[in-house]
């Protein structure tokens, strides 16, 4: 199902080729710096400190972030981390909420390790007492393949993490040029989108209907999922033209409550059709199989 864009009111506009500094964002997450986490390879940094490589580069193109190997002599100043990147956030300059759609235009760095991300998180001026985990939504994020993204829901519904992800095969090289990836959240569904067609859905589960959210725009480096880094990949930049932040209506009725044949195919995983025409993908195989469990269990 193609996006239907009458939906949106714009309410927010990052459009990079025309800001002429990021001081609205925060340019760490809500832990500290120096805490890496996932076995990541980068260290984010303060651009307001001149002694570490700025990652952030505005120009007529929009936002580059970069990630760059950290000078010997500055290991020390990096909590000895191998390479200097960096991560937007608005978490702290007002522009999160409840429900909404969101999109980013974004050409992926095309690098051994490198983890471009963008994402959404709860948010909170410190972390919350008594939770381990923040509940996240993932855009996009681009690992390994450069043909194919990741988009995926963590939730703490059930008082542990719950992972739901796809990878979305799109069949074209997603660091040649930019593409748009947007996600739709309402009280009912959680839907996402690649150059306005649907590619993946879930229902909104208990633990994203009650809290805002900021995004966040990062490039991670190595870690669990990427593997290594290899140095002669580097520098690698991801670029993003624009983020746009819209309004939009309460658990709109006129979104159909499956996808259409059509845009199921689109996530290249249909492994049956069945006789009324209708297609069955591994993620409708996936989601039966754990809710078979779940009975059994019950």
Same mark, same amino acid.
């Given at each position: 199902?193609?996006?239907?864009?009458?939906?949106?009111?714009?309410?927010?506009? =990052?459009?990079?080729?025309? $800001? %002429?500094?990021?001081?609205?964002?925060?340019? /760490?997450?809500?832990?500290?710096? !120096?805490?890496? @986490?996932?076995?990541?390879?980068?260290?984010?940094?303060?651009?307001?400190?001149?002694?570490?490589?700025?990652?952030?580069?505005?120009?007529?193109?929009?936002?580059?972030?970069?990630?760059?190997?950290?000078?010997?002599?500055?290991?020390?100043?990096?909590?000895?981390?191998? =390479?200097?990147?960096?991560? $937007? %956030?608005?978490?702290?300059?007002?522009?999160? /909420?409840?429900?909404?759609?969101? !999109?980013?235009? @974004?050409?992926?760095?095309?690098?051994?390790?490198?983890?471009?991300?963008?994402?959404?998180?709860?948010?909170?001026?410190?972390?919350?007492?008594?939770?381990?985990?923040?509940?996240?939504?993932?855009?996009?994020?681009?690992?390994?393949?450069?043909?194919?993204?990741?988009?995926?829901?963590?939730?703490?519904? %059930?008082?542990?993490?719950?992972?739901?992800?796809?990878?979305?095969?799109?069949?074209?090289?997603?660091?040649?040029?930019?593409?748009?990836?947007?996600?739709?959240?309402?009280?009912?569904?959680?839907?996402?989108?690649?150059?306005?067609?649907?590619?993946?859905?879930?229902?909104?589960?208990?633990?994203?209907?009650?809290?805002?959210?900021?995004?966040?725009?990062?490039?991670?480096?190595?870690?669990?999922?990427?593997?290594?880094?290899?140095?002669?990949?580097?520098?690698?930049?991801?670029?993003?033209?624009?983020?746009?932040?819209?309004?939009?209506?309460?658990?709109?009725?006129?979104?159909?409550?499956?996808?259409?044949?059509?845009?199921?195919?689109?996530?290249?995983?249909?492994?049956?059709?069945?006789?009324?025409?209708?297609?069955?993908?591994?993620?409708?195989?996936?989601?039966?199989?754990?809710?078979?469990?779940?009975?059994?269990?019950?």
């Amino acid at each position: 199902m193609n996006l239907d864009r009458n939906l949106l009111n714009l309410s927010v506009d =990052y459009d990079f080729k025309f $800001l %002429t500094d990021l001081e609205s964002f925060t340019t /760490r997450y809500i832990w500290s710096r !120096e805490q890496i @986490i996932n076995n990541e390879q980068q260290y984010y940094v303060d651009p307001r400190k001149a002694n570490l490589p700025n990652p952030f580069e505005l120009s007529h193109e929009g936002l580059g972030i970069t990630a760059v190997s950290t000078p010997p002599k500055l290991l020390a100043v990096a909590a000895n981390q191998p =390479y200097c990147s960096g991560v $937007l %956030t608005t978490r702290d300059n007002g522009d999160s /909420r409840l429900y909404g759609y969101w !999109e980013g235009m @974004i050409k992926s760095p095309n690098a051994q390790g490198a983890w471009p991300a963008f994402w959404l998180l709860p948010t909170h001026l410190t972390w919350p007492k008594g939770i381990s985990v923040l509940p996240e939504i993932d855009i996009v994020e681009i690992v390994k393949s450069i043909t194919a993204y990741h988009v995926s829901l963590h939730s703490v519904a %059930t008082g542990e993490m719950i992972t739901t992800s796809a990878e979305v095969k799109v069949n074209i090289d997603l660091s040649k040029s930019y593409n748009l990836y947007g996600l739709w959240w309402d009280e009912q569904w959680i839907i996402w989108y690649f150059n306005d067609v649907e590619v993946f859905r879930l229902p909104t589960p208990p633990d994203m209907k009650t809290h805002p959210r900021h995004f966040l725009l990062n490039l991670a480096v190595g870690g669990n999922w990427p593997g290594p880094a290899s140095p002669e990949d580097y520098p690698a930049t991801m670029d993003i033209e624009y983020v746009r932040v819209y309004d939009i209506p309460a658990a709109n009725p006129d979104i159909p409550s499956q996808p259409s044949n059509e845009d199921k195919a689109l996530r290249g995983d249909v492994v049956r059709t069945l006789k009324n025409n209708k297609v069955v993908t591994k993620q409708d195989v996936g989601l039966m199989a754990e809710y078979l469990i779940e009975i059994a269990e019950s």
